[in-house]
C-alpha cells in the first residue's frame, strides 16, 4: 500500500523558516518523480516545486529563491525547505510522487502570520 506522510507545517512569522517532509512507503522511491503543492483557502491546489529521477528540479516562480526541494533516497523522505515566508504562502502543503499514477499525501497546513 502507497502511503505519503508529511509533516513539519505549522505556524510562523513572516520572514521565517520550515521543513516540511514527505515520507514515503510503498514505492520505488528512486524512480518517482517527487513534487509539492499548495493549496490557499477559497483556490486552487498549485504547483509548488518538483525533483524529476535526473535530481532536475523546478519551481513555481513565486517562490523561486527561497524554497528548495530535495530528496534522502536512503531514507525514503523528500524534503520542502521554505524561507523567507510571506502571508501569501499560507496553504496546505500536499506531497505528491508521479510515475504513471499519482499519490498525494494528506496535507500538512502551512500559516504565515504576525
Known amino acids: 500500500q502507497v502511503q505519503l506522510v508529511e509533516s513539519g507545517g505549522g505556524l510562523v512569522q513572516p520572514g521565517g523558516s520550515l521543513r516540511l517532509s514527505c515520507e514515503a512507503s510503498g514505492i520505488s522511491f528512486n524512480s518517482y518523480n517527487l513534487a509539492w503543492y499548495r493549496q490557499a483557502p477559497g483556490k486552487q491546489r498549485e504547483f509548488v516545486a518538483r525533483m524529476l529521477t535526473s535530481g532536475d528540479t523546478f519551481y513555481a516562480d513565486s517562490v523561486k529563491g527561497r524554497f528548495t526541494i530535495s530528496r534522502d533516497s536512503p531514507n525514503w523522505t523528500f524534503y520542502l525547505q521554505v524561507n523567507n515566508l510571506k502571508p501569501e504562502d499560507t496553504a496546505v502543503y500536499y506531497c505528491?510522487?508521479?510515475?504513471?499514477?499519482?499519490?498525494w499525501g494528506q496535507g500538512t497546513q502551512v500559516t504565515v502570520s504576525s
Open positions: 505528491n510522487a508521479v510515475r504513471y499514477v499519482s499519490f
